[in-house]
Antibody, heavy 118, light 107 residues
Framework: EVQLVESGGGLVQPGRSMKLSCAASGFTFNNYDMAWVCQAPKKGLEWVAT????????YYRDSVKGRFTISRDNAKSTLYLQMDSLRSEDTATYYC???????????WGQGVMVTVSS | DIQMTQSPSSMSASLGDRVTITCRASQDIGNYLSWFQQKPGKSPRRMIYGATNLAAGVPSRFSGSRSGSDYSLTISSLESEDMAIYYC?????????FGSGTKLEIK
């Protein structure tokens, strides 16, 4: 069974950093591109970043470029999102998701809440 | 960036009704269109991918179609468990973009 379990969220002050993790199991992690998607409270879904199966390619939405870094450790089957210079508008639930070979999202984690507030 | 214009933003329908939700793409996205269902407090669930392919475990009353740049999700006979917010997503080009969502309520 495919499982994606996010961790690392919580309350953080504006301008500070936070690192999210997503532990994957039930599939061969290093065969799949992975992504982060966020959802602000009572708002819609927004794609945040994608990383290729081997970590060689990364893609970001404009609003997080230069502040967020997506990475992965294939030996640990874990996806990461390093979030620096956090802003109040980054407050959201962050989901990790798997992309199948045609780049369609197929599995999602349960999400982790990040609140940026002083 | 590719804009996905989703309509309606909300709708109310009766059990057994046929329901259609639409997304219009601002550029050619081929069939790189997926539909997701999200219930309150839950993660999104893939319903349709490749515009017309039913995801594993999804009831056959759900279907996807395409007409030019318009993509539709249809529920042939609405059931109470279908109450949710539905989102489309294009994944042909970065940045991937979601539609704004359709809140489906049961009358």
């Amino acid at each position: 069974e495919v499982q994606l379990v996010e961790s690392g969220g919580g309350l953080v002050q504006p301008g500070r950093s936070m690192k999210l993790s997503c532990a994957a199991s039930g599939f061969t992690f290093n065969n799949y591109d992975m992504a982060w998607v966020c959802q602000a409270p009572k708002k819609g879904l927004e794609w945040v970043a994608t990383i290729s199966y081997d970590g060689s390619s990364t893609y970001y939405r404009d609003s997080v470029k230069g502040r967020f870094t997506i990475s992965r450790d294939n030996a640990k089957s874990t996806l990461y999102l390093q979030m620096d210079s956090l802003r109040s508008e980054d407050t959201a639930t962050y989901y990790c998701a798997r992309l199948d070979w045609e780049l369609y999202f197929d599995y999602w984690g349960q999400g982790v809440m990040v609140t940026v507030s002083s | 960036d590719i804009q996905m214009t989703q309509s309606p933003s909300s709708m109310s329908a009766s059990l057994g009704d046929r329901v259609t939700i639409t997304c219009r793409a601002s550029q050619d996205i081929g069939n790189y269109l997926s539909w997701f269902q999200q219930k309150p407090g839950k993660s999104p669930r893939r319903m349709i991918y490749g515009a017309t392919n039913l995801a594993a475990g999804v009831p056959s009353r759900f279907s996807g179609s395409r007409s030019g740049s318009d993509y539709s999700l249809t529920i042939s006979s609405l059931e109470s468990e279908d109450m949710a917010i539905y989102y489309c997503l294009q994944s042909i080009q970065y940045p991937f973009t979601f539609g704004s969502g359709t809140k489906l309520e049961i009358k």
